[in-house]
């Protein structure tokens, strides 16, 4: 017992990442694990807008947890906000809304729910539920007999399939965990090993090096990415509703990204062990718990919301689900697939750095 | 075209932080001779060799290897040397030809060459019946003895070789230096560095450093009379004595 902690204490990097970590994690998913939902964007479509309009919408913003981010005059306008990503909500007001409810007739209104996160897309659609039956509630007890009817469209996911929600995400992590451990592993390998060192006393260039050792992990990177979409397709029924090539170019470039992580973990690792616990750390929980694959990102608080930004599932996340679940192509999507190209760039070139011969 | 001088350093240096690992450090090498470069552990040779093969960049002063700037002429001295790390140099789960033609391949050799080489090796260690076996199977010995010839693969024009004898039996460190002066017959420079003080007695020429200088530099004869002592082991023994840092081998 006493050798073993010797060999804990005297391992510098690992007792480090042993200590440190869970605390910073504790810490900072503490606050990233909220469920609850605040900022919903909300589109309000009003053909007819008169008082009664006003008075509802003015509830929704007295409410505090929406935010109104566009307003139109006909129910066209949902499908392009939300297939943009511009908002998670919409309320279209029938045209005589207003009149019915004066008139005691049952006034109907229509909730539009982008549900691709069902999780997400349940609660908003109780939210909005809560705000309408407030007034509802208002109303009435201003003796006003009122009735108001309110049908729910839940977008792009209308059975509510947690999968939908999932796999992404799941596809997302499983992705970066294996290639980069792949790659961490088999640079502290060469490493340790010592054979490194005759390789970079060789002609080769760093880059070639990595270059070499990165490919065929992109080859094995790209068999898991056909699986994992062909389980997400036969087994799961996850719709397709994208270009089937978009996706997979995003998926090899996502895992050329996972890649470069790797390289860059070995590179700034002294053992294999410690190559292997920091790429699994530095993918796993970040990928599940930052990248909006669970917890809604809107959710956290604003200060950790940039913080998700450095994760490359979240940008992965967001195109995954994007193609398969929307259906929209690059014209949407092009700025997600920069950063995910501007990630693989800095990583590789930081990788590249790194092992520059001055190994001593 | 070989220059005279196959190796010549001038007060090089390499500092760590406070730390002086190399401390001006000035010698030279002939063309076709086995030069030892004794010290030892932690006395400053793996340093010193890692500046001269270009893995490390000198603090202060200048060298030139095979006729080549070690700061700014690092590709060429690349090409034109081979090296045999302290910790070895052959993929163990890949087989003795693989190894040749990975190696071969990183040179620049066209393949043809490899196999000719490749056989010549193997023939001359008496291993063609193991050419395809994985090298991880192999006893240590002659995983060393094949590095060695990776390592002359591509006809370099010196090799540097970091302990290649360690862990290993005497009668193969005798086989090992059998391959050593074969090759400087055949004009080969070769730079080793050990810290056995007795293979020192195979060398030509050699130098011993002592907390990060050259304490000592010539033949061994000339070092045995120069200290009056029967072995070069003496040698070492009676400068030690004086050093600092380091552990007596």
Redesign the interface.
Known sequence: MVKELHHILRDRQTLTILLMMPLVQVILFGYALRSDVRDIRLAVITPAPDAATQELTSRFIGANRFEIVATATSPAAIEPLFRQDKADVALVFDSDFGSHLNGSEPATLLIAIDASDPNTGTTYMNYMRAVIAGYQQELNAANHSVQIVTQTRMRFNPTLESVNLFVPGLIALVLVLVSALMTAISLSREKERGTMEVLLVSPLRPQQIIVGKVLPYLALGFANVLTALLAAWAVFHIPFRGSVVLLLLEAILYTIVSLALGVLIAARTSSQRAAMLGAMLVTMLPSTLLSGMIFPIASMPGWLQPVTNIVPATWFIIIARGIMLKGVGLTILWRESLILVAMAVVLLAAAMRSFKPRLA | MTPPVAIDARDLTRR?GSFVAVDHITFDVRAGEVFGFLGANGAGK??AI?ML?????PTEGQAHVAGFDIRTQR?EI??N?G?????????ADLTVRENFRL?GG???LAAKRIAERTNMFLETLGLVPNADDLVGKLPLGWKQKLAFCVALLHEPRIVFLDEPTGGVDPITRRQFWELIYRAAQNGTTVFVTTHYMDEAEYCDRISIMVDGKIAALGTPAELKQQFGVETVDECFVRLARGAQKGEAA
């Open positions: 760590f793996t340093t890692k093969v270009g893995l490390l960049a590709d690349k090409r040397i090296y045999m790390s302290q910790r070895f140099s052959l993929y190696y990183i040179y620049g």
